[in-house]
């Protein structure tokens, strides 16, 4: 059973470039997020959406940063323009929402690196 | 803000020791206690979780210990194997609120053999 699937796993753009960071959550999950992890701040949550819909972006750093779910097997996070600061592996995972304790599947992550 | 403090950064133990990393929390809602091992190139994937109800959780050589009053909860590695060098990472959160996940920073293992 294949689990969260990341694209690509390594990018690496100039400044001002737009990246899109891709993220196909595991079959029958309705609940999909993206974390961003560095050094300096460790993981933080991006964005929350439950059955497609953005419940939660107030991790979102700044407008440049958008993400979307068109579908439930299908997510991007998209970067424009992209800086240096950007640089940092970023996550997508996925649950299946119920009323527990939902556990979080990570992917592989994609490493960003902005010149 | 970092709601979950996690030590310590880093932890050499030679095979067959004991591996200890400790965090603190500070929000009394969180209900919900998962530890994460990622592996380098890896995303994290979940290891063992306790929930504040009971005071410890052993789950073959992971053991959770919890203490509620002090807000702290611990990861016990017993015979630490080189195959456990990884990150652990802790973290918190309200069980019903998924994206309220706040976790440590992490601690990075290594199991020299």
């Known amino acids: 059973d294949a689990g969260v699937i990341q694209s690509p796993r390594h990018e690496v753009t100039e400044m001002g470039q737009e990246v899109t960071l891709r993220c196909k959550p595991i079959?029958?999950?309705?609940?999909l997020f993206w974390y961003r992890q560095t050094m300096m701040r460790g993981l933080e949550l991006l964005i929350y959406?439950?059955?497609?819909?953005?419940?939660?972006d107030s991790g979102m750093p700044e407008d440049r940063f958008s993400a979307k779910m068109p579908n439930a097997s299908f997510s991007t996070l998209k970067i424009q323009p992209s800086e240096p600061r950007d640089s940092a592996v970023y996550f997508c995972?996925?649950?299946?929402?119920?009323?527990?304790?939902?556990?979080?599947?990570f992917g592989p992550g994609t490493r960003l690196t902005v010149l | 803000q970092q709601q979950v403090k996690q030590s310590p950064q880093s932890l050499i133990v030679q095979k067959g020791g004991i591996s200890i990393i400790n965090c603190a929390y500070e929000?009394?809602?969180?209900?919900?206690f998962p530890w994460y091992q990622q592996f380098p190139g890896k995303g994290p994937a979940l290891l063992i979780a306790?929930?504040?109800?009971?005071s410890e959780k052993k789950e073959g050589r992971f053991t959770i210990s919890f203490n509620k009053s002090a807000k702290q909860f611990s990861l016990h590695i017993m015979d630490s194997q080189p195959g456990d060098s990884a990150t652990y990472f802790c973290?918190?959160?309200?069980?019903?609120?998924?994206?309220?996940?706040?976790f440590g920073a992490g601690t990075r293992l290594t199991v020299k053999p």
């Open positions: 995972a996925s649950s299946a929402r119920t009323s527990g304790y939902n556990e979080q599947f």
């Open positions: 079959s029958g999950h309705n609940s």
């Open positions: 959406f439950n059955n497609n819909v953005p419940i939660d």
């Open positions: 929000n009394t809602a969180f209900d919900y």
């Open positions: 306790i929930r504040p109800d009971v």
């Open positions: 973290a918190a959160r309200r069980g019903s609120e998924d994206n309220d996940m706040r």
